[in-house]
Every structure is written in C-alpha cells, then in structure tokens.
C-alpha cells in the first residue's frame, strides 16, 4: 500500500490537463474537474503516506485501501 500510495504523487501532473484545455485540446468539461481532483490526490499523497507509515495498524491499512481505490472508482465512473 505504501508504494501505491507514493504513486499518487505523480497526479500533480494533473496540472497538463489545464494546459490542454485551455489551447483547445482538452475539453473543459472534462479538464477542469480531473485536474483538480488529480492535483488534490497528488497533495494528499506525502499525507497519507506519512499516516501510513506513523501508525500501522489494520484501521490505517483499511483506510489508505479506501483512499486509493476510491480515487480509482471515481476515475472510472463505476463509484455509485
């Protein structure tokens, strides 16, 4: 899960999607909420690691599971 979670870092990148739409090439509707949600994620991320790595326990493990399959879910459209 550590790993995993580090992996979200790299959603700060989120901030191409901006770019993108903004020259046209990315439609807004699209750009905006992705890259704001990615960006938060990408903030997050050096959070919950840190949780993770200060309190380990199955209520901490169960959490960080959650924070990053949510994000997975959300992404996708599959979450309810």
Request: hydrophobic letters at 50%; zero cysteines; charged letters at 20%.
């Amino acid at each position: 899960i550590a790993i995993l979670t580090l992996f979200q870092i790299g959603r700060l990148g989120a901030v191409q999607f901006f770019q993108l739409a903004f020259k046209g090439e990315l439609p807004l509707l699209f750009a905006i909420p992705a890259g704001i949600g990615d960006i938060l994620i990408g903030i997050t991320a050096p959070l919950a690691f840190y949780l993770l790595l200060r309190k380990r326990n199955k209520r901490t493990r169960k959490f960080l599971i959650g924070w990053n399959t949510k994000k997975y879910f959300a992404k996708t459209g599959y979450e309810k």
